[in-house]
């Protein structure tokens, strides 16, 4: 069962000046303010406002959440330069634009790799992170460098033919080709796929060592599905890193994660036990 997603949002979009990249960002509520970044290929809306997380934590919390560069309402270079650890820095930029010199911070897939590798260059930044569904691109190899090169290439045909396969739920049976061609047109309609192809291409610019997430000394909470390939990297994480706070939310995939009632739960649980130092 989801969480309930309740009315449409009556949310102002905004907008600031990102080295040079237009970004959009919204924020609702009130206290300590918690930035979301959505996943690859999403934005704002799907990620968070469809399966109700941005509503369920703004009642609580100032909740920013921002569409990364590629994506959304946000402008959509075709450099692959102009990704990497660009799009973490964004987040940086967005605290500086607010006048914000702390905040939690929660990124889903696409948006818990920039998370991973935010902590290690600005910690200072952060009261909390929490990985939803990815836990850095750590480990990387000539395998993850050919999926890349694969899935980017494919991109530029407008395709997620390996996407989908490879975060196909692990409890489910392989996707059929129907089901992949149907799936690639719903997640890119109205997108930009030379600008997804650029940021899938600026992924080994966004890798962390295990060294570098061993030595993080924000607190840290990891939330995945026991049907989502990701798992593994999960449990490799935590072996690497004992202060990782692990949540596993049995027979959710990488898809339907944020829509449980158990990853707000999580959420909620982490933030409201690391409140924010005051101010002073």
């Not at 469809?50 to 590629?70: C, E, H, K, T």
């Not at 702390?102 to 897939?109: E, K, M, N």
């Not at 975060?167 to 059929?176: A, F, G, I, Q």
Request: no cysteine; hydrophobic share 40%.
């Amino acid at each position: 069962m989801g969480i309930a997603a309740g009315p449409a949002l009556a949310v102002e979009d905004r907008f600031f000046d990102a080295a040079g990249v237009r970004i959009r960002y919204i924020e609702e509520g009130r206290g300590d303010p918690i930035v979301l970044v959505h996943g690859y290929t999403t934005n704002t809306e799907e990620q968070f406002i469809r399966p109700g997380v941005f509503q369920a934590l703004a009642a609580s919390y100032r909740v920013i959440a921002m569409d990364a560069r590629g994506h959304g309402l946000s402008g959509k270079p075709h450099d692959p330069a102009q990704y990497g650890a660009e799009m973490g820095l964004d987040v940086v930029r967005l605290l500086d634009h607010l006048g914000l010199r702390r905040a939690h911070i929660l990124g889903y897939s696409m948006g818990a790799h920039i998370v991973a590798q935010l902590v290690t260059m600005r910690p200072e930044r952060f009261v909390t992170a929490i990985l939803g569904g990815a836990s850095g691109r750590r480990n990387w190899s000539n395998e993850d460098q050919r999926r890349v090169d694969i899935e980017s290439a494919e991109m530029d045909q407008g395709l997620l033919t390996s996407q989908i396969v490879r975060l196909w739920p692990r409890n489910e049976p392989p996707p059929t080709d129907t089901q992949i061609r149907e799936r690639s047109a719903q997640q890119l309609a109205g997108k930009d796929p030379r600008a997804l192809a650029a940021v899938r291409r600026s992924n080994p610019a966004q890798v962390v060592t295990e060294a570098q997430m061993a030595a993080v000394t924000v607190p840290t909470l990891g939330i995945v599905g026991t049907a989502d390939p990701y798992l593994r990297d999960f449990k490799q994480l935590k072996a690497a890193m004992p202060q990782l706070q692990l949540v596993t939310v049995e027979g959710a995939s990488h898809g339907s994660l944020p829509g449980t009632p158990e990853f707000v739960r999580a959420i909620l649980d982490f933030v409201r036990a690391h409140p924010a130092p005051a101010a002073g």
